[in-house]
């Protein structure tokens, strides 16, 4: 199932109940532009792979990851690889409602967990900066950001590309 050219919608509350953890937010990132297995996804995040498994049929069971057949694995075992089918790109989290909250607080959550996995020589590019907008340069900004990432993040996965993490987050000061 692909999600490409499909418009922009508010995610159902059962869909942000299945990302609103950390850990599904990090098997989607693990499985973008690649499929691998429970086994293998577990040992990429660091868990078990019944715990896991937990997460993946969570995830699966609102569409946001799906399986790519049956394979033979080691000593003729079986192995069920899974790959992302990319449904987060058309929702949206905006909503002020708990179901929303939570999802992008596992998004934060799962960006910091992944960041700290990083070694510091994979890490860079860090910057905290304090802008002074009106509303109107605060939406140019919005969108010069959306068009960047979306550029880098339609390239295509080959031999020769390594996977990288990006996170952002804007937020209004507190005013004193």
């Known amino acids: 199932m692909t999600y490409e050219g499909e418009a922009a919608r508010d995610a159902t509350a059962e869909e942000a109940k299945a990302l609103a953890h950390p850990v599904r937010i990090r098997i989607l990132q693990v499985l973008r532009g690649e499929s691998k297995t429970n086994k293998e996804i577990a040992e990429v995040l660091g868990t078990t792979p019944g715990a896991t498994l937990h997460h993946i049929n969570l995830l699966a069971d609102q569409g946001f990851i799906e399986t790519q057949g049956v394979r033979a694995g080691r000593r003729g075992a079986r192995e069920v690889p899974y790959s992302a089918t990319g449904k987060t790109t058309i929702l949206s989290f905006q909503e002020n ?29 860090e910057a905290s900066i304090t802008l002074h907008l009106t509303p109107e340069r605060l939406a140019e900004l919005r ?21 990288y993490g990006f996170f952002g987050a804007a937020y209004r000061h507190k005013t004193l």
């Open 97 to 125: 409602t708990p179901a929303s909250m939570n999802v992008r607080s596992a998004i934060l959550q799962s960006a910091v967990d992944s960041y700290t996995a990083a070694s510091e020589t994979d890490r860079f590019g």
């Open 143 to 163: 969108r010069k950001l959306q068009d960047l990432v979306t550029e880098y993040k339609d390239d295509p996965t080959t031999q020769a590309t390594n996977k």
